[in-house]
């Protein structure tokens, strides 16, 4: 056939210049098809390869039977961003086979159903035709199960036709079933199929292959929510209450997964309890109602839910109780898009609630920081006694990254000012409210502490030093004046940013969270095809640290990097920052709902500094 | 059985009922909320329950200020509008050792709250539930709540035609293991019900008819003081003896239910409308549902269960407060973090 004579001369001019360890592979299939597992056994299997490797799964809000998409990049040079086009297709899914393949780049690879029939559909692309349906009738001869072990094949094709060992995927099988021999059996047996068939019949005609190499030895693959769940368990989270909602749901589930394997007495008693409440307001309000207590208390949201927790949080401003609220980011307003990626809710959850409050908010741009900064959260919310949020995003939360394996604890918990009735007998009395240490921040006791000066009445209404009923002018101002004075202490207990580069040049960068991945790989290409070299920060907490408004004052011109339309990064920067820094901020969005990539930025940096 | 009378100067656990008071009221003279704080005050004070012990739980509105008029004490926790369960089960499960009081109103409860309500009553959470239930919003001066019974009249003469929501069937529907009614005017029946309250492991419900002399005491309202010592009706008279007292056994047994409370007190509730039996869930409801359509307000413990796994026993939790549980116990070893990283490679 001339086309495929035409795709194989192009492909063949390129091979001489193989490309190893450097694209991108895009699976499409139908979503519910269980396509999730062979997904993570590619990906696995190439970070078995030692190979940097990382997965999105760009899932449709639906249970079943709605395109859905999951990239898989390996690149060499660890970068683990979203690429912007992915060089190599498996066409899974005939109602969007048509569009993915228009949307690869010329001297792509496509890896399909042979009854699809995609070979005239492009020229210059290679096109390897697997009849899926036939083999998998051939190794599954149950008929409900053949869906799911369908998947397993393209692994095994693609496994041979990139040159992954069989062993590798073998043992990525393992990890993926455990002791579930039966599955193990069944999807190994898909996968050596598959292998087989493209050993036997398919000919390597492109220039895209991994190879050997020894960048993930001792790594650890997770995803972000997992981490997050880790870090509350090794907190001493003790009391959980949520409420489903995506992406966060993982997060609590991981939790639960954990502590009821880890956090479980030899007598079979739970040192926890893990609620799921009826509704967001519900789950805040039992995290207060436990925090109030002295419990270490979390809850896990999304933006819907953190809107439904606004009130709650506000009382927990102004009462002064400590509790953690993890929301990761979905792409909003409203309902929005569940299952795509955003940082959109960094302003209301700086000032989420009316009047006059705010929160301190930890910003993980990692899976370790995840694990890291959940823990901080728990320790923060108990010395400052306020709640604080925790934001992470879907992109970082549900996709699984590589990662140096996290560090064990070593601080102890920071439980934060509480009197017990010794130090209340050895006082005579206490004023819950008073600032005896000049942070702003009183010393509480426990509800149950037993001794008759231990209670106190908290209220959302307004209250003076002793916490008693007030609507005086001064006694209002005096607790405001103080909450104030602690949230200045805030600036110097939360993470400091991390200078990832601050050598003295013109321009800098500011970024956070997941937009961490794309802007690393983005002022590498920045250097590349522009020789612009700059410096780059990474926050990691509101109240902003001093170091922040520094690094903003040693450069020219300062692009805040970050995934929403309203620079709300920006926007809280301005105002923190003195006034004469404000005008070099300029803004670099992507919002689009899909994780953002180096070339989107790089390219919205060029056209600002016209290159 | 005690009365105000001969109340001793010091309660079994030696404390004088001063140690039970609060701070001074500021709702309106006459309120019946300020009656409910003074039988919370008695009730707490003769049970001997350790003041410590107790967190006070409220939303907000009238009812919700209550817990500063008594147990001053007691730690006490005023949340925000109808979420008072919230804060109540938090608590409840953070530290299991405490008795949990909630106090609302039927704004508080009927209304912007229900939802909790509800869950609240599915979870049997460990605690006792008061409405202090005047039908009205006293604080926005004089709108119809939920619980307004049909045809009553506000003071400018609106009439309400919804139905009421009436908590107490909602309550035995949904799972509370101890539901009754009473009325802030009645002394005796509330002081008795507050007590079995105390001595209850499971969720009560305590709806106390709590008339608002400001904005629902006039001819008319079906929640003035006129209006329900005309019209309420006790299905039985409540007889409480605590486990720290004599157990005496002079009564006509064929006319009583009694009782055993899981901390060992006596529960015995005199029948005085036919054949009231208040174990029966689906009767209970019916008879609620009658005496509605008779413009009766049925009084008494109307539903209880003794046997019925509470919230806090289904988590299966040690028996420490979860809340001060050291770091030994709450954090996980290194060897379990190793394992689990090494899961992770």
């Given at each position: 056939?001339?086309?495929?004579?035409?795709?194989?001369?192009?492909?063949?001019?390129?091979?001489?210049?193989?490309?190893?360890?450097?694209?991108?592979?895009?699976?499409?299939?139908?979503?519910?098809?269980?396509?999730?597992?062979?997904?993570?056994?590619?990906?696995?299997?190439?970070?078995?390869?030692?190979?940097?490797?990382?997965?999105?799964?760009?899932?449709?809000?639906?249970?079943?039977?709605?395109?859905?998409?999951?990239?898989?990049?390996?690149?060499?040079?660890?970068?683990?961003?979203?690429?912007?086009?992915?060089?190599?297709?498996?066409?899974?899914?005939?109602?969007?086979?048509?569009s993915d393949v228009a949307a690869l780049p010329p001297g792509g690879v496509v890896i399909c159903e042979e009854k699809l029939n995609l070979e005239e559909s492009r020229q210059d692309v290679t096109f390897y035709p697997v009849p899926f349906d036939k083999i998998t009738a051939a190794v599954c001869p149950e008929a409900k199960l053949r869906k799911l072990v369908k998947n397993m094949l393209y692994v095994g094709v693609a496994a041979q036709l990139l040159g992954i060992d069989l062993e590798q995927v073998e043992s990525s099988l393992r990890w993926q079933f455990g002791k579930k021999q039966k599955a193990f059996d069944l999807n190994f047996g898909a996968a050596k199929a598959g292998y087989e068939y493209a050993r036997e019949n398919l000919v390597k005609s492109d220039p895209f292959v991994i190879e050997r190499m020894n960048e993930t030895a001792g790594k650890i693959l997770i995803d972000g929510n997992e981490a997050c769940g880790m870090g509350a368990v090794f907190a001493g989270v003790t009391v959980i209450a949520w409420y489903p909602i995506t992406p966060s749901t993982s997060t609590i589930e991981a939790a639960t997964g954990l502590l009821k394997k880890l956090r479980v007495t030899p007598e079979g008693k739970a040192t926890f309890a893990v609620i799921q409440a009826e509704d967001e307001l519900a789950a805040i309000g039992m995290v207060l109602g436990a925090g109030w207590a002295g419990a270490r208390a979390m809850t896990a949201t999304s933006g819907p839910g953190m809107s439904l927790m606004a009130e709650f949080c506000g009382l927990g401003y102004f009462a002064e109780i400590p509790g953690v609220i993890i929301n990761v980011q979905r792409t909003g307003p409203s309902t929005g898009m569940p299952t795509r990626t955003q940082q959109s809710d960094l302003l209301s959850a700086a000032f989420l609630s009316h009047g006059d409050t705010k929160f301190p908010i930890l910003l993980p741009g990692s899976v370790k920081e995840c694990f890291e900064l959940t823990q901080a959260a728990f320790d923060l919310t108990e010395r400052l006694q306020t709640p604080v949020f925790v934001l992470s995003d879907l992109d970082l939360g549900m996709n699984n990254w590589i990662s140096e394996?996290?560090?064990?604890?070593?601080?102890?918990?920071?439980?934060?000012?509480?009197?017990?009735?010794?130090?209340?007998?050895?006082?005579?009395?206490?004023?819950?409210?008073?600032?005896?240490?000049?942070?702003?921040?009183?010393?509480?006791?426990?509800?149950?502490?037993?001794?008759?000066?231990?209670?106190?009445?908290?209220?959302?209404?307004?209250?003076?030093?002793?916490?008693?009923?007030?609507?005086?002018?001064?006694?209002?101002?005096?607790?405001?004046?103080r909450l104030e004075r602690k949230f200045e202490s805030a600036r110097g207990l939360a993470p400091a940013p991390v200078a990832v580069k601050n050598s003295g040049a013109k321009i800098g960068f500011i970024a956070y969270g997941s937009t961490d991945f794309a802007l690393r790989e983005s002022l590498d290409e920045i250097e590349k095809q522009y020789g612009v070299e700059a410096d780059y920060l990474r926050i990691r907490a509101f109240p902003f640290a001093k170091e922040i408004g520094e690094f903003v004052a040693a450069h020219e011109r300062v692009y805040v990097v970050e995934q929403n339309r309203d620079a709300q990064m920006a926007s809280l920067l301005k105002l923190d920052l003195a006034a004469g820094q404000v005008g070099k901020l300029r803004s670099i969005l992507h919002y689009n709902g899909l994780p953002v990539d180096a070339q989107s930025i790089t390219k919205e940096f060029a056209r600002q500094e016209g290159l | 059985m005690a009365t105000a009378a001969s109340t001793p100067k010091v309660n079994h656990i030696g404390l004088p009922i001063l140690e039970y008071r609060g701070g001074k009221s500021t709702l309106c003279a006459g309120c019946g909320h300020n009656a409910i704080a003074e039988r919370i005050t008695d009730a707490m004070f003769e049970m001997g329950v350790e003041p410590e012990r107790v967190a006070k739980m409220s939303g907000i509105g009238c009812s919700s200020k209550s817990p500063a008029y008594f147990l001053g004490r007691s730690h006490s926790f005023n949340g925000v509008h109808g979420r008072m369960p919230a804060t109540a089960s938090g608590a409840a499960v953070a530290n299991r050792t405490l008795k949990v009081l909630g106090v609302s109103g039927d704004g508080d409860t009927a209304s912007i709250g229900a939802g909790q309500f509800i869950h609240l009553m599915r979870r049997n959470l460990p605690m006792i539930y008061i409405i202090e239930n005047n039908g009205v919003y006293g604080l926005t001066k004089g709108q119809f709540s939920a619980t307004a019974d049909m045809g009553s009249k506000l003071k400018t003469g609106v009439i309400n035609h919804l139905p009421p929501i009436d908590t107490c069937a909602l309550a035995i529907q949904l799972g509370a293991t101890f539901v009754g009614r009473s009325f802030s005017g009645d002394k005796k029946q509330l002081l008795s019900m507050l007590k079995a309250a105390i001595a209850h492991k499971g969720t009560v419900l305590l709806d106390v008819i709590s008339p608002c002399v400001t904005f629902n005491d006039h001819e008319g309202s079906t929640k003035s003081y006129k209006f329900m010592q005309e019209n309420d009706e006790p299905v039985n008279e409540i007889g409480f003896v605590p486990s720290f007292d004599d157990i005496e056994v002079d009564y006509d047994s064929g006319q009583i239910y009694e009782v055993e409370m899981h901390d060992g007190s006596n529960l015995r509730l005199r029948k005085l409308l036919e054949d009231y039996d208040p174990s029966d869930k689906a009767n209970a409801v019916r008879t609620l549902m009658e005496s509605q359509a008779n413009d009766e307000i049925l009084t008494g413990v109307f539903y209880i269960n003794t046997e019925q796994p509470t919230f806090v026993d289904l988590l299966n939790m040690v028996e420490e407060p979860l809340a001060t549980l050291p770091e030994s116990v709450t954090r996980p070893s290194k060897e379990a973090f190793e394992s689990l990283m090494a899961e992770l490679r």
């Open positions: 056939m001339a086309t495929v004579d035409l795709a194989l001369g192009q492909i063949q001019g390129s091979s001489s210049t193989r490309v190893i360890n450097d694209f991108s592979i895009n699976v499409a299939t139908v979503n519910g098809s269980g396509s999730q597992s062979a997904n993570s056994v590619l990906l696995k299997s190439i970070f078995g390869m030692g190979v940097p490797v990382g997965g999105k799964n760009l899932f449709p809000s639906n249970i079943a039977g709605q395109p859905t998409w999951f990239l898989i990049r390996a690149s060499k040079d660890g970068y683990p961003a979203r690429k912007s086009v992915s060089e190599i297709l498996i066409a899974m899914n005939p109602e969007t086979a048509q394996p996290f560090d064990y604890p070593t601080k102890p918990l920071d439980r934060g000012k509480v009197l017990t009735a010794e130090d209340l007998e050895r006082l005579g009395s206490f004023a819950r409210y008073r600032d005896v240490d000049g942070d702003g921040v009183g010393w509480r006791t426990l509800p149950g502490t037993m001794h008759p000066k231990a209670a106190y009445f908290t209220r959302g209404s307004g209250h003076n030093h002793a916490a008693a009923y007030t609507e005086k002018p001064d006694e209002y101002l005096a607790v405001m004046e | -």
